[in-house]
């Protein structure tokens, strides 16, 4: 008669303990599959970023622009460092791969059947290390990337979404409460980053990690604080953290890898900064007046998908009328009241009527502060409201007639000024040929 099968807690035990085991040593294939996804789709989000660094750019007033700076740069090096970890993690588990195929067919060095004579290969061994130890090393530091990638890939995402939402409130509220109140919030959360900074440095001081009062006010600085930046995932976060940390002495070469990680991440943002325009955001470009930058031309600039800079169709104009776009952002809005004061609604008249005095009254603003001059000479421009056919801008359009240039090099300046906050000046070099060319 067969025995009952074992199924005491100590066989449960060790029954997941078997599992747990099979998992980890068969985890490498999901791991090179995700990956090579996760490298796919990590390089799609430097397009996500600059998308949002130009709606950022549309959207915010000129005085938030440094929040928008600070959301998109940290977010550009989260997807920096999660790229690099991905590519080098997709390597070392290539390499893996490799040095596990090679093991099973010689699974260690030999002097006897070397190609080489027996003092050249023992002093090469005596450098190199073993197989096993090798595959171990590798097996690990793949093991720990994707940890530590979506562990950042988290924090980001609460970060970015923490802050959208503060400024969403704050432009809210702003015409209702001072903005100082409104600020409190944010600067609390900088405190508390601060001492949480300061407890860091001190409590790990030598002198200090045996003194219970400090431990403790660490402990409780270092747990608010990772509620407040961490949100509702601060539990698996920290305990992805404190795996690192409690293991540091024994493992410290995955806790450098990680810091090489960043510093890789970091080179790849400088990198990649170059093609959005998150620097637009604290430091606008001022524009060389005798530079024919491609963003000021239409054919020389045909999939610009966020314009800048006003635009005329070419810098060759062959008996042509210039055709002048300039964007309009959504953030001037707030400048507008200064210059243009606010539309006044008429009870008397219907709201067709009213929309239609609205609509002139707006396009009357825009012509007040934006300023077009030709070769020095002010022009009056009867402008029109376009979206721009490229890069669907909602913006102005006007028409330069082709009388007023002189033959050979022309120069239109164009300058937008919000208010007392800003002003943006723009110098349109192009060569006019009169008697070439059709009229379009």
């Not at 970023?49 to 977010?75: C, M, R, S």
């Not at 608010?224 to 409690?246: D, K």
């Amino acid at each position: 008669m067969s025995l009952p099968s074992e199924s005491t807690p100590v066989a449960e035990t060790k029954k997941n303990i078997t599992w747990l085991q099979r998992l980890k040593e068969e985890s490498w294939e999901a791991e090179l599959l995700v990956s090579a996804i996760a490298i796919f789709g990590t390089f799609q989000l430097f397009g996500f970023i600059e998308w949002v660094t130009n709606k950022l750019i549309d959207l915010l007033p000129i005085e938030q622009h440094a929040f928008g700076y600070i959301i998109t740069i940290i977010g550009l090096l989260a997807i920096s460092v999660l790229v690099s970890m991905f590519v080098i993690h997709f390597i070392l588990r290539a390499y893996w791969i490799g040095l596990v195929g090679l093991n099973s067919v010689f699974p260690d060095y030999s002097v006897e059947d070397s190609a080489y004579s027996k003092v050249y290969t023992e002093m090469f061994l005596a450098i190199l290390p073993k197989q096993e130890e090798t595959i171990q090393k590798v097996d690990e530091l793949c093991s720990v990337i994707f940890s530590v990638a979506f562990t950042i890939l988290l924090i980001y995402s609460y970060m970015s979404l923490f802050l959208s939402v503060y400024m969403l409130f704050y432009n809210l509220l702003l015409d209702y409460v001072p903005s100082y109140i409104l600020l409190i919030p944010l600067f609390l959360i900088l405190g508390l980053i601060v001492i949480q900074t300061i407890f860091g440095i001190v409590g790990n001081l030598k002198k200090f990690k045996s003194n219970v009062g400090i431990q403790t006010w660490m402990f409780k600085t270092v747990r608010l604080a990772s509620m407040v930046t961490y949100g509702p995932l601060y539990r698996n976060l920290l305990q992805v953290t404190m795996v690192f940390g409690t293991n540091f002495k024994k493992k410290k070469s995955l806790v450098y890898l990680v810091l090489m990680f960043f510093v890789s991440g970091m080179f790849l943002t400088f990198v990649k900064v170059t093609d959005t325009n998150i620097f637009h955001l604290i430091f606008p470009k001022d524009h060389d007046v005798e530079f024919m930058y491609l963003s000021y031309y239409s054919d020389q600039n045909s999939e610009e998908s966020f314009l800048l800079t006003p635009q005329i169709q070419s810098d060759i104009i062959e008996g042509e009328t210039v055709k002048l776009f300039i964007p309009v952002f959504h953030h001037e809005s707030n400048y507008q009241g200064t210059t243009c004061g606010e539309y006044q609604k008429d009870d008397s008249l219907s709201n067709e009527v009213n929309r239609t005095k609205s609509r002139r009254f707006y396009l009357d603003c825009y012509e007040k502060y934006h300023k077009v001059a030709l070769n020095g000479a002010p022009l009056n421009i009867d402008f029109l409201k376009k979206d721009h056919a490229v890069s669907e801008q909602f913006g102005i359009i006007g028409f330069i007639d082709k009388e007023l240039f002189r033959k050979g090099n022309n120069t239109l300046v164009v300058t937008k000024k919000l208010g007392d906050v800003k002003e943006f000046s723009w110098s349109i070099p192009f060569n006019y040929q009169p008697n070439t060319g059709a009229s379009q």
